[in-house]
């Protein structure tokens, strides 16, 4: 069995394809009922700066199934609102005996100075436009769950490229991982450390070529001003979107996916959300398990 030895769970970088593959194989164990108790109680408090719904509740169900105590937390209610610096709100957390901080949090690379702060160990859950390693992993156990590997497999990324943690987290891996990544939407959002990771493809020439097609939310709330007022959902659903003939060129085998919230008829026609092809839904319910191995992982490099 493959030893994980992650002290902290901030980024893409520190996972190898290896890491990546045992993540998955006890993901999916959890998922297929087996369970975790620990000798000792272990304490975990979420902060969230910014909002969620899939990846907070899904981090707290993964405590609850791994028998976590959760410490709750509230930034609007919080020493924050006065002033305090984040890393002296972890060694605030860490002084009482919380063991586990999971945080999203609006500024990229926030974590960097947390690591070495306290005795608490981090969990990426989102930091600006930089990283998601939880997304990732959950995307990647939700890949092989339907295709079994990943060697040869197409996977196109289309939509805010320039504002995605996600499709940042995931394509260097799923590069690594023997997969084949093109990108499209707005060529403007297609930057040079995309580029890097595969090429742009108008969005009518990689509908027909992917096995996987992950679709990217446009983050309205972090565009300029002049880029949001210029923008008109149906323009955008027309031009970049998954309408529903656009549809009619995927290939049998290939899955939908996106990191939700989804923006019905912008990125993806309403009817598709829940259709035969779309992995949507299976996504969140896999991160429940994925997050539970991420958090077993971490417990068990610190020796909780």
Known sequence: MTVLTFK?????????????????ERAEAFKHGESRQFANPIYVSNLFFENSTRTHTSFEMAESKLGLSVISFDPT???????????????????????LAVI????????RPLLDAS?????????????????????????????????GLKVGIVGDLAHSRVARSDMTLLKQL???VMFSGPRAWYTEDFAQ?????????????????????????????????????????QTYGVTLERAKQLQPQAIIMHPAPVNRDVELAS?????????IFTQMHNGVFMRMAMLEAVIDANHF
């Open 8 to 24: 902290h769970f901030v980024s893409a970088d520190q996972v190898t394809p290896t890491d990546a593959l045992t993540l998955i």
């Open 104 to 111: 999203r949090h609006p500024q990229s690379d926030y974590y």
């Open 119 to 151: 005795s608490t160990a981090i969990l990426n859950a989102g930091d600006g436009a930089g990283q998601h390693p939880s997304q990732m992993m959950l995307d990647l156990m939700t890949i092989h769950e339907h295709f079994g590997h990943f060697t």
């Open 271 to 279: 009817e598709l959300v829940e259709s035969p092809q779309s992995r």
């Open 178 to 180: 023997g997969a084949t």
């Open 197 to 237: 990771a595969g090429p742009y493809v108008e969005i009518d020439d990689l509908m027909p070529q992917v096995d996987v097609l992950m679709l990217l939310r446009v983050q309205l709330e972090r565009l300029d001003a002049t880029t949001r007022a210029a923008f008109t959902a149906t323009d955008y659903h």
């Open 77 to 99: 209610h919080s020493s924050v609102s006065k002033g305090e610096t984040l890393s002296d709100t972890i060694k605030t957390l860490s002084a009482i005996g919380v063991n």
